[in-house]
Protein backbone atom coordinates (compact mmCIF):
# COMPACT_ATOMS: atom_id res chain seq x y z
CA UNK A 1 0.00 0.00 0.00
CA UNK A 2 1.67 3.24 -1.17
CA UNK A 3 1.51 5.68 1.64
CA UNK A 4 0.48 8.76 0.01
CA UNK A 5 -2.82 9.31 1.07
CA UNK A 6 -6.04 10.40 -0.85
CA UNK A 7 -5.64 13.64 0.46
CA UNK A 8 -1.65 14.64 -0.64
CA UNK A 9 -0.99 17.13 -2.94
CA UNK A 10 2.12 15.62 -4.05
CA UNK A 11 3.10 15.13 -7.64
CA UNK A 12 0.10 17.51 -8.67
CA UNK A 13 0.61 18.95 -11.98
CA UNK A 14 1.32 22.65 -10.96
CA UNK A 15 2.02 25.53 -13.78
CA UNK A 16 0.52 28.59 -11.28
CA UNK A 17 1.19 28.75 -7.93
CA UNK A 18 -1.80 29.56 -5.28
CA UNK A 19 0.30 32.89 -5.16
CA UNK A 20 0.18 33.57 -8.43
CA UNK A 21 3.40 32.65 -9.53
CA UNK A 22 4.40 30.73 -12.77
CA UNK A 23 6.39 27.42 -13.10
CA UNK A 24 7.54 24.92 -15.46
CA UNK A 25 6.66 21.32 -15.47
CA UNK A 26 9.23 19.17 -17.57
CA UNK A 27 6.53 17.17 -19.17
CA UNK A 28 3.28 19.68 -19.08
CA UNK A 29 4.47 23.06 -19.80
CA UNK A 30 4.95 22.59 -23.61
CA UNK A 31 1.05 21.76 -23.58
CA UNK A 32 0.54 25.25 -22.18
CA UNK A 33 2.81 26.98 -24.42
CA UNK A 34 -0.08 28.47 -26.69
CA UNK A 35 -1.54 30.08 -23.59
CA UNK A 36 -0.96 34.08 -24.38
CA UNK A 37 -1.91 37.35 -22.73
CA UNK A 38 -5.16 37.33 -24.49
CA UNK A 39 -6.12 33.13 -23.92
CA UNK A 40 -5.17 33.74 -20.09
CA UNK A 41 -7.80 36.90 -20.23
CA UNK A 42 -10.20 35.07 -21.77
CA UNK A 43 -9.68 32.02 -19.12
CA UNK A 44 -10.13 34.57 -16.38
CA UNK A 45 -13.15 36.65 -17.90
CA UNK A 46 -14.69 32.77 -18.17
CA UNK A 47 -13.85 31.80 -14.92
CA UNK A 48 -15.25 35.25 -13.44
CA UNK A 49 -18.73 35.47 -15.39
CA UNK A 50 -19.52 31.46 -14.62
CA UNK A 51 -18.90 32.42 -10.65
CA UNK A 52 -21.60 35.27 -11.49
CA UNK A 53 -23.88 33.19 -12.74
CA UNK A 54 -23.57 30.66 -10.06
CA UNK A 55 -24.45 32.64 -7.40
CA UNK A 56 -27.57 34.21 -9.48
CA UNK A 57 -28.86 30.43 -9.72
CA UNK A 58 -28.38 30.44 -6.21
CA UNK A 59 -30.22 33.32 -5.44
CA UNK A 60 -32.96 32.03 -7.94
CA UNK A 61 -33.17 28.97 -5.74
CA UNK A 62 -33.42 30.72 -2.29
CA UNK A 63 -36.00 32.48 -3.28
CA UNK A 64 -38.21 29.49 -4.85
CA UNK A 65 -37.39 29.87 -8.67
CA UNK A 66 -35.47 26.89 -8.70
CA UNK A 67 -36.56 23.44 -6.98
CA UNK A 68 -32.71 22.59 -6.44
CA UNK A 69 -29.49 24.05 -7.59
CA UNK A 70 -25.80 22.50 -7.91
CA UNK A 71 -23.27 24.84 -7.59
CA UNK A 72 -19.75 24.58 -9.20
CA UNK A 73 -18.09 27.58 -6.98
CA UNK A 74 -14.11 26.71 -5.92
CA UNK A 75 -14.40 24.45 -9.38
CA UNK A 76 -13.85 27.31 -12.13
CA UNK A 77 -10.46 26.26 -13.33
CA UNK A 78 -10.63 22.88 -13.76
CA UNK A 79 -13.68 23.21 -16.04
CA UNK A 80 -12.18 26.47 -18.20
CA UNK A 81 -9.37 25.16 -18.20
CA UNK A 82 -10.02 21.66 -19.29
CA UNK A 83 -12.85 23.28 -21.62
CA UNK A 84 -10.47 25.35 -23.23
CA UNK A 85 -8.82 22.61 -24.43
CA UNK A 86 -11.56 21.15 -26.01
CA UNK A 87 -12.05 20.77 -30.06
CA UNK A 88 -15.40 20.80 -32.14
CA UNK A 89 -15.32 17.28 -32.56
CA UNK A 90 -14.47 15.98 -28.96
CA UNK A 91 -17.82 14.88 -27.69
CA UNK A 92 -18.31 15.88 -23.67
CA UNK A 93 -20.47 13.63 -21.26
CA UNK A 94 -21.04 15.86 -17.80
CA UNK A 95 -22.87 15.18 -14.37
CA UNK A 96 -24.30 18.04 -13.30
CA UNK A 97 -21.63 20.22 -11.98
CA UNK A 98 -19.75 21.14 -14.99
CA UNK A 99 -21.90 24.40 -15.79
CA UNK A 100 -18.20 25.79 -16.66
CA UNK A 101 -17.94 23.45 -19.59
CA UNK A 102 -21.61 23.99 -20.97
CA UNK A 103 -19.92 27.78 -20.95
CA UNK A 104 -17.04 26.37 -23.38
CA UNK A 105 -19.32 24.53 -25.42
CA UNK A 106 -21.81 27.08 -26.22
CA UNK A 107 -24.70 26.43 -24.46
CA UNK A 108 -26.57 29.30 -23.14
CA UNK A 109 -26.19 29.20 -19.23
CA UNK A 110 -29.89 29.99 -18.35
CA UNK A 111 -31.36 26.60 -20.25
CA UNK A 112 -29.18 24.69 -17.96
CA UNK A 113 -31.79 25.52 -15.46
CA UNK A 114 -34.70 24.08 -17.00
CA UNK A 115 -33.48 21.08 -15.63
CA UNK A 116 -33.25 22.43 -11.94
CA UNK A 117 -36.86 23.95 -12.30
CA UNK A 118 -38.08 20.82 -12.68
CA UNK A 119 -39.54 21.50 -16.28
CA UNK A 120 -37.36 19.36 -19.03
CA UNK A 121 -34.94 16.39 -19.02
CA UNK A 122 -32.55 19.45 -20.38
CA UNK A 123 -32.52 21.99 -22.70
CA UNK A 124 -29.75 22.00 -24.92
CA UNK A 125 -29.03 20.45 -28.25
CA UNK A 126 -26.26 17.76 -27.30
CA UNK A 127 -25.63 17.18 -31.10
CA UNK A 128 -24.98 21.34 -32.25
CA UNK A 129 -22.81 21.93 -28.81
CA UNK A 130 -20.97 18.44 -28.64
CA UNK A 131 -22.38 18.27 -24.86
CA UNK A 132 -24.75 15.81 -23.67
CA UNK A 133 -27.07 16.54 -21.08
CA UNK A 134 -27.03 16.20 -17.31
CA UNK A 135 -26.55 13.42 -15.86
CA UNK A 136 -28.11 13.08 -12.30
CA UNK A 137 -27.74 9.51 -11.85
CA UNK A 138 -23.78 9.35 -10.21
CA UNK A 139 -21.86 7.74 -12.51
CA UNK A 140 -24.55 6.27 -15.12
CA UNK A 141 -22.87 8.68 -18.14
CA UNK A 142 -19.46 7.36 -17.84
CA UNK A 143 -20.93 4.08 -19.67
CA UNK A 144 -22.85 6.00 -22.21
CA UNK A 145 -19.27 8.49 -22.56
CA UNK A 146 -17.50 4.79 -23.25
CA UNK A 147 -19.53 3.08 -25.62
CA UNK A 148 -19.60 7.01 -27.35
CA UNK A 149 -16.16 6.72 -27.54
CA UNK A 150 -16.07 3.66 -29.14
CA UNK A 151 -18.04 3.62 -31.65
CA UNK A 152 -15.94 6.60 -32.81
CA UNK A 153 -12.84 5.11 -33.10
CA UNK A 154 -15.04 1.95 -35.25
CA UNK A 155 -16.72 5.12 -37.24
CA UNK A 156 -12.90 5.64 -38.17
CA UNK A 157 -12.92 9.60 -36.48
CA UNK A 158 -9.81 8.60 -34.28
CA UNK A 159 -6.61 8.35 -35.14
CA UNK A 160 -6.49 9.06 -38.70
CA UNK A 161 -4.23 12.31 -38.33
CA UNK A 162 -6.45 14.98 -39.80
CA UNK A 163 -7.17 17.55 -37.10
CA UNK A 164 -10.92 17.97 -38.70
CA UNK A 165 -11.86 14.55 -38.22
CA UNK A 166 -10.19 12.88 -35.23
CA UNK A 167 -11.98 13.79 -31.73
CA UNK A 168 -12.39 11.87 -28.24
CA UNK A 169 -14.90 12.28 -25.51
CA UNK A 170 -14.27 13.32 -22.03
CA UNK A 171 -16.60 12.12 -19.09
CA UNK A 172 -16.72 14.24 -15.97
CA UNK A 173 -17.47 13.01 -12.81
CA UNK A 174 -16.42 13.81 -8.69
CA UNK A 175 -14.54 11.64 -6.23
CA UNK A 176 -18.00 10.12 -5.29
CA UNK A 177 -18.70 8.33 -8.48
CA UNK A 178 -15.10 6.93 -8.44
CA UNK A 179 -17.00 4.44 -5.75
CA UNK A 180 -19.80 3.26 -8.02
CA UNK A 181 -19.81 0.24 -10.42
CA UNK A 182 -21.02 1.85 -13.31
CA UNK A 183 -17.09 3.95 -13.08
CA UNK A 184 -15.14 0.94 -12.92
CA UNK A 185 -17.00 -1.14 -15.26
CA UNK A 186 -16.94 1.87 -18.26
CA UNK A 187 -12.92 2.08 -17.33
CA UNK A 188 -12.94 -1.88 -17.83
CA UNK A 189 -14.46 -1.04 -21.64
CA UNK A 190 -12.38 2.21 -22.17
CA UNK A 191 -9.21 -0.27 -21.27
CA UNK A 192 -9.75 -3.39 -23.15
CA UNK A 193 -11.62 -1.86 -26.23
CA UNK A 194 -8.84 1.41 -25.85
CA UNK A 195 -11.46 3.45 -26.51
CA UNK A 196 -10.99 7.14 -27.35
CA UNK A 197 -12.05 8.58 -24.03
CA UNK A 198 -10.47 11.14 -20.64
CA UNK A 199 -11.88 10.52 -17.64
CA UNK A 200 -11.57 13.60 -15.93
CA UNK A 201 -12.42 13.30 -11.71
CA UNK A 202 -12.93 16.88 -10.24
CA UNK A 203 -12.15 15.86 -6.58
CA UNK A 204 -13.66 18.45 -4.95
CA UNK A 205 -13.17 15.92 -1.56
CA UNK A 206 -16.60 15.67 -0.82
CA UNK A 207 -19.18 12.88 -1.91
CA UNK A 208 -21.95 15.24 -0.73
CA UNK A 209 -20.43 15.17 2.72
CA UNK A 210 -18.74 11.83 2.33
CA UNK A 211 -14.80 12.98 2.28
CA UNK A 212 -12.60 11.31 -0.34
CA UNK A 213 -10.60 9.68 2.65
CA UNK A 214 -13.67 7.75 3.36
CA UNK A 215 -13.76 6.22 0.03
CA UNK A 216 -9.73 5.49 -0.94
CA UNK A 217 -6.85 5.07 0.76
CA UNK A 218 -4.79 6.46 -2.03
CA UNK A 219 -4.82 9.37 -4.71
CA UNK A 220 -7.51 8.40 -7.22
CA UNK A 221 -5.37 8.75 -10.01
CA UNK A 222 -3.70 5.72 -8.69
CA UNK A 223 -6.69 3.37 -9.69
CA UNK A 224 -6.15 3.94 -13.39
CA UNK A 225 -3.19 1.68 -13.16
CA UNK A 226 -5.40 -1.17 -11.98
CA UNK A 227 -7.13 -1.05 -15.50
CA UNK A 228 -4.06 -0.39 -17.47
CA UNK A 229 -5.42 3.75 -17.79
CA UNK A 230 -2.40 6.05 -17.93
CA UNK A 231 -3.31 8.56 -15.09
CA UNK A 232 -2.15 11.77 -14.22
CA UNK A 233 -2.95 14.44 -11.30
CA UNK A 234 -3.29 18.42 -11.69
CA UNK A 235 -3.62 21.17 -9.50
CA UNK A 236 -7.28 21.42 -10.00
CA UNK A 237 -7.38 24.72 -9.42
CA UNK A 238 -4.41 25.93 -11.42
CA UNK A 239 -6.90 26.63 -15.11
CA UNK A 240 -3.41 26.55 -16.66
CA UNK A 241 -2.60 23.32 -15.51
CA UNK A 242 -5.69 21.91 -16.40
CA UNK A 243 -5.89 22.97 -19.62
CA UNK A 244 -2.03 21.93 -20.48
CA UNK A 245 -2.97 18.19 -18.68
CA UNK A 246 -6.43 17.99 -20.27
CA UNK A 247 -4.39 18.99 -24.24
CA UNK A 248 -2.33 16.56 -23.81
CA UNK A 249 -4.96 13.82 -22.65
CA UNK A 250 -7.11 14.61 -25.52
CA UNK A 251 -4.27 14.87 -28.27
CA UNK A 252 -3.20 11.24 -26.97
CA UNK A 253 -6.90 9.88 -27.27
CA UNK A 254 -7.41 11.51 -30.55
CA UNK A 255 -4.10 10.29 -32.04
CA UNK A 256 -5.55 6.71 -30.93
CA UNK A 257 -3.38 6.43 -27.95
CA UNK A 258 -6.22 5.01 -25.74
CA UNK A 259 -7.98 6.38 -22.27
CA UNK A 260 -6.56 8.43 -20.06
CA UNK A 261 -7.45 9.45 -16.22
CA UNK A 262 -7.26 13.08 -15.16
CA UNK A 263 -8.12 13.74 -11.08
CA UNK A 264 -8.44 17.55 -10.83
CA UNK A 265 -7.79 17.83 -7.16
CA UNK A 266 -9.90 20.98 -6.18
CA UNK A 267 -11.93 22.01 -3.78
CA UNK A 268 -15.78 22.27 -3.52
CA UNK A 269 -15.81 26.11 -2.14
CA UNK A 270 -19.65 25.96 -1.83
CA UNK A 271 -22.30 23.33 -0.61
CA UNK A 272 -22.93 19.89 -2.40
CA UNK A 273 -26.66 21.52 -3.78
CA UNK A 274 -28.65 23.74 -1.99
CA UNK A 275 -30.16 21.30 0.33
CA UNK A 276 -26.84 20.78 1.64
CA UNK A 277 -25.43 22.25 5.00
CA UNK A 278 -21.36 21.72 4.88
CA UNK A 279 -20.42 23.29 8.23
CA UNK A 280 -21.92 19.65 9.60
CA UNK A 281 -18.81 17.85 7.96
CA UNK A 282 -16.26 20.98 7.28
CA UNK A 283 -14.11 23.01 9.39
CA UNK A 284 -14.08 27.02 8.87
CA UNK A 285 -10.05 26.17 8.80
CA UNK A 286 -10.14 23.88 6.07
CA UNK A 287 -12.45 26.83 4.32
CA UNK A 288 -9.89 29.42 4.74
CA UNK A 289 -6.89 27.39 3.88
CA UNK A 290 -9.07 26.74 0.45
CA UNK A 291 -10.18 30.32 0.23
CA UNK A 292 -6.17 31.46 0.08
CA UNK A 293 -6.19 29.15 -3.27
CA UNK A 294 -9.44 30.32 -4.97
CA UNK A 295 -8.87 30.10 -8.98
CA UNK A 296 -10.00 33.08 -10.03
CA UNK A 297 -7.76 35.15 -7.72
CA UNK A 298 -4.78 33.23 -8.20
CA UNK A 299 -4.87 33.99 -12.03
CA UNK A 300 -5.74 37.27 -11.44
CA UNK A 301 -2.68 37.98 -9.14
CA UNK A 302 -0.47 36.85 -12.25
CA UNK A 303 -1.96 39.03 -15.05
CA UNK A 304 -2.08 41.86 -12.95
CA UNK A 305 1.54 41.09 -11.81
CA UNK A 306 2.13 41.00 -15.96
CA UNK A 307 0.22 44.37 -16.29
CA UNK A 308 -2.23 42.34 -18.33
CA UNK A 309 -5.66 42.99 -16.47
CA UNK A 310 -6.28 46.56 -16.30
CA UNK A 311 -9.92 48.00 -14.99
CA UNK A 312 -11.10 47.93 -18.24
CA UNK A 313 -11.53 43.88 -18.21
CA UNK A 314 -12.47 43.87 -15.14
CA UNK A 315 -15.42 46.26 -15.89
CA UNK A 316 -16.27 44.37 -18.95
CA UNK A 317 -16.90 41.64 -16.62
CA UNK A 318 -19.04 43.03 -14.03
CA UNK A 319 -21.39 44.76 -16.72
CA UNK A 320 -21.71 40.69 -18.32
CA UNK A 321 -22.39 39.57 -15.15
CA UNK A 322 -25.24 41.85 -14.56
CA UNK A 323 -26.74 41.75 -17.63
CA UNK A 324 -26.81 37.94 -17.65
CA UNK A 325 -27.97 37.96 -14.04
CA UNK A 326 -30.70 39.99 -15.28
CA UNK A 327 -31.57 38.23 -18.68
CA UNK A 328 -31.32 34.89 -15.92
CA UNK A 329 -33.62 35.89 -13.86
CA UNK A 330 -36.27 37.27 -16.10
CA UNK A 331 -36.26 34.25 -18.37
CA UNK A 332 -36.85 31.89 -15.12
CA UNK A 333 -39.38 33.78 -13.79
CA UNK A 334 -41.52 33.80 -17.87
CA UNK A 335 -41.09 29.60 -18.16
CA UNK A 336 -44.72 27.96 -17.65
CA UNK A 337 -45.12 24.54 -16.87
CA UNK A 338 -44.87 22.50 -19.98
CA UNK A 339 -47.42 19.77 -20.34
CA UNK A 340 -46.83 16.61 -19.08
CA UNK A 341 -46.09 14.38 -22.16
CA UNK A 342 -42.86 16.25 -22.88
CA UNK A 343 -41.77 13.65 -21.26
CA UNK A 344 -41.27 11.37 -24.08
CA UNK A 345 -39.62 14.14 -26.42
CA UNK A 346 -36.02 13.65 -26.79
CA UNK A 347 -35.97 10.27 -25.27
CA UNK A 348 -33.90 8.79 -28.20
CA UNK A 349 -32.68 10.37 -31.45
CA UNK A 350 -34.99 9.01 -33.88
CA UNK A 351 -38.58 7.81 -33.15
CA UNK A 352 -38.68 4.51 -31.36
CA UNK A 353 -41.88 2.06 -30.82
CA UNK A 354 -41.78 1.17 -27.12
CA UNK A 355 -41.91 5.20 -26.39
CA UNK A 356 -44.40 5.99 -28.89
CA UNK A 357 -46.50 3.66 -27.35
CA UNK A 358 -46.01 4.70 -23.68
CA UNK A 359 -46.94 8.36 -25.46
CA UNK A 360 -49.89 6.73 -26.63
CA UNK A 361 -51.19 5.50 -23.37
CA UNK A 362 -50.26 8.78 -21.07
CA UNK A 363 -52.74 10.24 -23.65
CA UNK A 364 -55.31 7.37 -23.30
CA UNK A 365 -54.76 8.20 -19.75
CA UNK A 366 -54.97 11.88 -18.94
CA UNK A 367 -57.88 11.72 -21.61
CA UNK A 368 -59.73 9.22 -18.92
CA UNK A 369 -59.63 12.12 -16.78
CA UNK A 370 -61.54 14.09 -19.11
CA UNK A 371 -64.43 11.36 -20.15
CA UNK A 372 -65.10 10.92 -16.15
CA UNK A 373 -65.95 14.58 -16.19
CA UNK A 374 -68.09 14.47 -19.08
CA UNK A 375 -70.29 11.65 -17.19
CA UNK A 376 -70.19 12.96 -13.89
Not at 293 to 304: F, H
Not at 345 to 361: F, I, L, N
Given at each position: ?155 GLVGTGDPERDGAVV ?28 FFVQNNQFAISEPTT ?163
Open positions: MDALGPLSDEGLVTLLTHTGERVEHPDFSAYAADLDPKALRAMWHHMTVLRGFDLEATSLQRQGELGLWVQSLGQEAAQIGSGHALRPTDFVFPSYREHGVALMRGVDLPEILRLFRGLQHGAWDAAAHGFHLYTLVIGAHSLHATGYAMAMDRDCYFGDGATSQGDVSEAMVFASVHHAPIVRQSRVPLAQRGAGFGIPAVRVDGNDVIASYAVTRWALEKARSGGGPVLIEAFTYRMGAHTTSDDPTKYRTRADEAYWAERDPIARLETYLRGLGELGDDAVEAARAEIKELGRRTRETVKSWERPPASTMFDHVYAEPHATVEAERAWFARFQGSFVDEEAHA
